[in-house]
């Protein structure tokens, strides 16, 4: 399972249960804060309503009878009030007044007949000895939800209780706003959940994304690709990403050790055996001076050869070794290429080669001169070398777009299909056709490693039509 799939599963294990228990309690809860706002409400009513009988009790103008006509007309109202998304077509306020001993004088409602004893219900009881009176009472056994709430408060005239006034108030629109509350509440609840949701897998995507990135790094780099390190930012990942980096750099500098000594080895080996028969051969006695001058033409050539194959191999391998260019400059292709003819000019003679050009003008490049001239050189010594004696070398250079080329094509025997994919491997080389010779097998693939310190690349292919070769060499301008 990815490291992403494990933290989503991981946060909704914390979360969902989070939102679950929250909603949960706040739907709970908030019955009780309205049940609050409710009897806050309540309490004003019962000390405005008691004030007013207390004041009509004191100028012995109190009439129950009259206020129960006042409460019937109220109760037969009929009206639609939107309180918003209730709507209100009733009273279902009750009130009811006791005397000073808790017997009742008024009820709104006409549940109880006057002289009812109302002295040990709560909210009467506590009003009577001077505490705050409040009770919740299920008037409707066959509604269980439903509950009225009742707030008393004392009807006192002057210092004297007269009475105790209380104000009801059913639950059932309460029900009604709750159920209301409570699915907006869900809604948002699920809302919240998704939104939180969304927002953890981005959060996961952009947390996990360097490790995406270092994890495919790793991947590639185990598959001998030569991939460079993504950019991981600054965070804990970018550290584990340098120290990938330097493990696969030390790797790599082992594995590069190895290789060089390896092929170096396989190399040398045929140039020493070569000098040490040769030389074992010069001690015996009686010799002919003619064959010891050619024994030790032979020590002196292959002598000569290990020095070209430890040179080369020292400047490929620093040159492979080097990440960028130190000091580019403007480099003017066409001057460059006839100098490097001009250093071949010995070998182009000897073999009688006709040089023929095609060169653009204002053939410029951004690049290190003596590696360009290096890597010129080579496709230069290769096509004189392969091509028949009187053969013609053409050289040519144009722009393709973002790039330069230089191309060289000669007249040999061409590129046998069994060295059509070898040819850029370290120490493959083919036989010269007059000399029957190989080279160092070297060159082709110093001449790549100066393509790619230039951003680009070089090709080899046979012609398409006759014999001869086309070499490439592409260089960013």
């Known amino acids: 399972m990815r490291l992403r799939t494990r ?12 939102v679950y228990y929250l909603t949960a309690e706040f739907q709970n809860n908030l019955k009780y804060r309205y049940m609050e706002g409710v009897e806050e409400s309540l309490v004003d009513q019962a000390r405005i309503l008691a004030g ?16 129960a006509r006042i409460f019937n007309g109220v109760y037969r109202q009929s009206f639609n009030a939107m309180v918003y998304d209730l709507s209100k077509t009733g009273v279902d306020t009750r009130v009811y007044i006791t005397d000073q001993h808790g017997i009742l004088i008024f009820d709104s409602l006409e549940r109880d007949p006057p002289g009812t004893d109302y002295s040990r219900w709560r909210d009467v009881f506590l009003t009577l000895h001077g505490e ?22 004392p009807v006192m ?27 907006v509440v869900f809604k948002r609840s699920i809302a919240a959940a998704v939104l939180a949701l969304v927002l953890a897998v981005l959060a996961l995507f952009f947390i996990t994304r360097p490790l995406d990135r270092l994890n495919r790094y790793v991947k590639n780099i185990s598959k001998g ?11 804990d990942i970018a550290e584990m990403g340098k ?28 140039p020493v055996a070569a000098i040490a028969g040769a030389a074992e051969l010069l001690q015996e006695e009686n010799v002919p001076k003619a064959q010891q001058q050619r024994f030790l033409d032979n020590i002196s050539a292959e002598a000569s050869r290990i020095q070209t194959l430890v040179e080369r191999m020292l400047r490929l391998s620093a040159l492979e070794h080097r990440e960028s260019l130190e000091k580019p400059a403007h480099i003017n292709l066409c001057d460059l290429v006839n100098g490097t003819l001009q250093r071949c000019g010995q070998e182009i003679k000897n073999r009688e080669i006709r040089i023929t050009t095609d060169f653009e003008r204002e053939c410029e490049c951004m690049g290190d001169a003596f590696l360009i001239s290096q890597a010129v050189m080579n496709l230069l010594q290769n096509a004189i070398e392969f091509s028949p004696l009187g053969g013609r070398v053409h050289i040519a250079l144009k722009t393709e777009g973002k790039f330069v080329q230089i ?70 301008r």
């Open 7 to 18: 933290l989503l599963i991981t946060f909704c294990l914390f979360f969902i249960p989070a």
């Open 52 to 67: 007013m009988v207390a004041a009509r009790m004191e100028q012995k103008e109190f009439s129950p009878a009259e206020l």
């Open 132 to 153: 705050y009176g409040a009770r919740s009472t299920q008037d409707d056994p066959g509604r269980p939800d439903l509950t009225t709430l009742y707030v008393a408060a």
């Open 157 to 183: 005239i002057g210092a004297h209780m007269a009475g105790v006034l209380v104000v009801g108030k059913s639950t059932g629109n309460i029900n009604d706003f709750l159920e209301n509350a409570k699915a």
């Open 225 to 235: 690709e030569d991939e460079q390190r993504p950019s991981l930012g600054s965070s």
């Open 243 to 270: 120290a990938f980096e330097k493990i696969r750099a030390d790797l790599a500098a082992k594995e590069y050790v190895e290789s060089y000594v390896q092929s170096l080895t396989h190399e040398i080996k045929s």
């Open 407 to 476: 191309a060289v094509t000669d007249q040999g025997p061409g590129i046998p299909d069994f060295a059509a994919d070898k040819i850029f491997n370290r120490f493959f080389s083919t036989q010269r056709p007059d000399t029957h010779k190989k080279s160092t097998g070297l060159g082709l693939n110093f001449v790549m490693a100066i393509a790619q310190l230039h951003g680009g690349s070089v090709t080899v292919k046979n012609r398409f039509r006759g014999t001869g070769t086309r070499a490439v060499l592409s260089l960013q």
